[in-house]
């Protein structure tokens, strides 16, 4: 068993050289592993890297959500191994005396590494000790990247709480190219590295740890809301009570309480609010409105969503991302609200059945939504199909037409002479979603989506997990 700490392979080397053959050499500290095959090869010597801290270290699952390993199964888990330790300290049997007998005053730190390092008589540890009447410093959570610009001009200071991946390689280029509407002040992260990485890149002054600094300040405009979705609700209540514009990604909320929190936060403060339904800003679909804002009768819309396999574990999947039809289908549930301007009358849904960890019930499904107008729109979710094919379609049957959206690349329309229309690049709109909000800002309507469609893509989405919940009933069995 090696437990020691050195980037130099020869305790490994040497362990093998000890080792009977057919035996077993545990690594548990950190050593380096460049090593021959000859004496795995020759003693058939079985190599075990030890996880630090034992069952359950980096599994989310075990560690963030609570979900323990059966204990007649895996006898030390991460959390038993720390409780055996506890235990052995409370019962004295555990002697760390030793280890704290060396102290000096916080002043004296660099003195106490120099004895660290000293070849011989060197203390295993040292304990810095604080003046029993020093204040305790607040911790600071910010980092000036630049001097902030004083800005005049009537553009939008922005910050940006979660800087991850969707935020940076989409929000942040977008808020560069409308850099005449909008000026990046402030990042927020919880990961302090990835703040700072998005502020150098796109030109904040400010990087900080706490959402707080964000929504607090003075120099902040709008704020922009990019975080996992379990927190967009209370982040987006606490930015609008300080009075400040909020952009916030979708979902609205993953319940009814948060979501009427969220409502009620934007009516009483008045202040320019939307949620990232983008795909009502597409070009293409700007030409579907413009094509069936006059017609005669009801619309069916088909829409098929071709969503790609994820892992059960992803964060999407789990309580923090509310689930895959909560999650994103709420995209849709928006563009058939803005499609056909009406109130739902009726949502139905129904999902597959159980298949095992890999397809989850609420990311495969078909949601049937009927509104006031007599439409009727459908929509087929599904993480099944190959990556080969398209990932959204929409079909559009009205006034003996039919409209055509591929993936947002290429309309086509059947039955009239109408010109296809082809992008050169797909465009789901989060471009002019951002602009139409910029417009807003210095409207009457502080709602560039009525507040009212905002609520009722929300709505639908619950709706839908509420039918899917209670869709697994077994028909009787046939007579006859």
């Not at 075990?48 to 989310?60: A, M, N, Q």
């Not at 209370?234 to 993953?254: C, D, M, Q």
């Not at 319940?255 to 009502?280: H, L």
């Not at 895959?324 to 609200?337: K, Q, S, V």
Request: glycine letters at 8%; proline letters at 4%.
């Amino acid at each position: 068993i090696i437990t020691a700490a050195t980037s130099s392979s020869e305790p490994l080397r040497q362990a093998m050289q000890l080792t009977r053959k057919r035996g077993r050499v545990v690594v548990v500290g950190a050593v380096g592993m460049s090593v021959d095959r000859s004496p795995f090869y020759e003693k058939e010597i079985d190599l075990k890297i030890s996880c630090s801290y034992g069952p359950g270290r980096y599994d989310p699952g075990y560690e963030a959500e609570g979900r323990d390993y059966p204990y007649a199964f895996v006898r030390w888990t991460e959390n038993r191994n720390m409780q055996a330790y506890l235990q052995l300290i409370a019962d004295g049997r555990l002697d760390l005396d030793w280890l704290t007998r060396d102290e000096c005053v916080i002043d004296a730190a660099p003195e106490a590494y120099a004895r660290l390092r000293q070849p011989e008589n060197r203390p295993m540890a040292i304990v810095l000790r604080y003046a029993a009447d020093t204040p305790a410093a607040a911790l600071d959570t910010s980092l000036t990247v630049r001097h902030s610009v004083t800005v005049s001009d009537g553009r939008i200071r922005v910050g940006l709480i979660g800087a991850g991946a969707f935020a940076t390689d989409m929000h942040l280029p977008n808020i560069a190219k409308l850099s005449s509407r909008y000026v990046l002040s402030a990042v927020a992260s919880h990961d302090g590295v990835r703040a700072k990485s998005a502020a150098v890149k796109f030109g904040a002054s400010r990087v900080t740890t706490e959402p707080s600094g964000v929504i607090s300040a003075d120099d902040i405009d709008m704020v922009l809301i990019t975080t996992r979705h379990d927190s967009h609700a209370e982040l987006a209540v606490r930015a609008l009570e300080a009075g400040k514009s909020v952009f916030l990604e979708k979902p609205l909320a993953l319940n009814r309480k948060d979501m009427r929190r969220v409502i009620e936060a934007a009516q009483t403060s008045g202040r320019p609010f939307t949620v990232g339904f983008n795909r009502r800003f597409s070009p293409l679909v700007d030409r579907i409105r413009e094509l069936t804002d006059k017609r005669t009768a009801p619309m069916i819309i088909d829409y098929q969503m071709n969503a790609g396999l994820l892992p059960s574990d992803h964060w999407t999947q789990t309580s923090v991302g509310g689930g895959r039809n909560i999650g994103e289908a709420c995209h849709i549930y928006d563009l058939f609200t803005c499609l056909t301007g009406a109130k739902v009358r009726r949502v139905q849904a129904d999902t597959i059945g159980a298949t095992g960890t890999s397809q989850r019930q609420n990311g495969n499904f078909v949601a049937v939504i009927s509104f006031d107008d007599g439409s009727v729109c459908t929509l087929t979710y599904t993480g099944m199909g190959s990556k080969r094919h398209p990932k959204e379609q929409m079909r559009v049957y009205c006034d003996e037409s039919v409209i055509v959206l591929d993936d947002y690349r290429q309309m086509r329309v059947y039955g009239r002479e109408i010109r296809s229309l082809k992008l050169r690049q797909q465009d789901k709109g989060h471009l002019a979603h951002l602009r139409a909000f910029a417009d807003h800002s210095t409207a009457d309507s502080p709602y560039v989506i009525p507040l009212w469609q905002l609520v009722q893509a929300t709505e639908i989405s619950f709706e839908v997990e509420d039918r899917m919940a209670g869709s697994i009933t077994e028909m009787p069995p046939a007579r006859g």
